[in-house]
């Protein structure tokens, strides 16, 4: 089965009250997280990752809105990079930092300083979401979380939540976007650990090629005939890779490069 075709059911809006735990949350919960999973091996960007796990977490039906950010160490700013849910200009509205001023003093700013998640379980009370109170009210949000996104021991990002109920987001809720953060930073490394890699395949192969080159030129300096031999062997050998659809058509692999003979 596609990505595309998976169904995250809707949660209820309020869990069961007696001890059973409530099935419909309980089957989205683990839904979605086993959504992430497969995220995690398929997708090849950053941000792909992070708008996937946005819709995923909007689809939950307590959830109004989800973003998630990257935290900018030279400005202190933190940089919006994919969001689901109610918007509607959101983003651009506010301004969130994690340094000594203002607007770090609101959750998103806390959890980068501290690492730890923080929850405002009513937004229209709580003091620490004053400087975006009035547009978040306007929006319908009632209460929100922020958790941040660890890598390798250090808060690169940040998961941000909102909720059109108060208090939506108690102990269960936050041990559940816990593990989603954990998710998403596992796909941060996995994800700059494959392009660390492929930066460092793309270097050796220049450095081959740089190589073979250089050993080319010595051998037509030493030997005019051999200069002549590789040219026609080089043209040779591009006539056979465009036969066999190598390099330049569709399906064909990278371009035929001029080797040594």
Known sequence: MNSEERVVPAQSQEKNSGTAPDTNWLKAHILITREVNHLLLEVREESELFKRICELLAGLEFIRFAWIGLAEKETFGVTPIAHSGFENGYLRSVKVTWDDSQTDSGPTGAAIRTGEPVVVRDICCDPQHTPWREEAVRRGYASGAAVPLVHEGEVVGILNVYSHLPDAFDPEEMAFLAEIAGDIALGIKRLRLERKLDETVVRLRQMLYGTVEALSR????????????????????????????????PGGGPPARRVAA
């Open 218 to 249: 010595m051998l037509e300096l030493r030997d005019p005939y051999t200069a002549g031999h590789q040219m026609r062997v080089a043209r040779l050998a591009c006539a056979i890779a465009r036969e066999m659809g190598v390099g330049g058509r």
